[in-house]
């Protein structure tokens, strides 16, 4: 079983919709989970980070934390066509410099 | 302010040569770390190196594959006698403090190796 699953997609929705991106994961020592964003071509660009369970909101993205279930999400409302792109999920056991395993992404395209 | 770095964007080399990646740190960065992104993969941890040091190389390859940060100049991930599944991206991303953070690494662009 992978340390961290994430379905690759791909995803497409029209604008305006409100996207869903979902990753599991087995380790347990997991603490700090990130969604990362990597448009084509382009080095991944950190979108959201929680520590733990629970949620975080900034602007129309929301992240979810549910250490019970070993299941994270990141939620996107009002889908732009701009956020097409590639949305990695990372998690780590300890915060700060510390190696990262990644989802394999999911790839998002949000039609005008 | 300066984004981290990498050069060559795009590395072309036949079986058995040598490939050398180089990243520059955002500045007042002083953690580096390597990874590597295969086709249809997601990003794998290669190694971790502080100035003069390499502090977790759990996730290289344990032939043909060697990274460095010296004290002056950028690291260098340097893949010896190439093969065809060397084919990949490779990112650098750097931080600058070690501890209980955000855990943010910035990255850069990637440098993209084709293996003839």
């Known amino acids: 079983q992978k340390e961290v699953e994430q379905d690759p997609g791909p995803l497409s929705v029209p604008e305006g919709a409100i996207v869903s991106l979902n990753c599991t994961y087995s380790?347990?020592?997991?603490?700090?989970f990130m969604w990362y964003r990597q448009y084509s071509r382009k080095g991944p660009e950190l979108l959201m980070y929680?520590?733990?369970?629970g949620n975080k909101e900034d602007g129309r993205f929301t992240a979810q934390v549910d250490k019970s279930s070993k299941y994270i999400s990141l939620f996107i409302r009002d889908s732009q066509p701009s956020d097409s792109a590639t949305y990695l999920c990372?998690?780590?056991?300890?915060?700060?410099?510390?190696?990262?395993?990644f989802g394999k992404g999911t790839k998002l395209t949000v039609n005008p | 302010n300066a984004g981290v770095m990498q050069n060559p964007r795009h590395l072309v080399r036949r079986r058995g040569q040598e490939a050398r990646l180089r990243c520059s740190p955002m500045?007042?960065?002083?953690?580096v770390y390597w990874y590597r992104q295969l086709p249809e993969e997601g990003l794998k941890f290669m190694v971790y190196?502080?100035?003069?040091?390499?502090?977790?190389e759990s996730g290289m390859p344990k032939e043909r594959f060697s990274a460095e940060f010296p004290k002056e100049g950028p690291s260098i991930l340097r893949i010896q006698q190439v093969v065809r599944g060397d084919s990949a991206a490779y990112f650098c991303?750097?931080?600058?403090?070690?501890?209980?953070?955000?855990?943010?690494?910035?990255f850069g662009e990637g440098s993209r190796l084709t293996v003839l």
């Open positions: 929680t520590y733990s369970s």
């Open positions: 190196l502080q100035k003069e040091n390499i502090i977790d």
């Open positions: 990372a998690m780590s056991a300890r915060g700060g410099s510390e190696k990262l395993v």
């Open positions: 500045k007042g960065h002083s953690h």
């Open positions: 991303a750097s931080s600058p403090w070690q501890g209980e953070g955000t855990g943010e690494l910035f």
């Open positions: 380790n347990s020592a997991f603490q700090y």
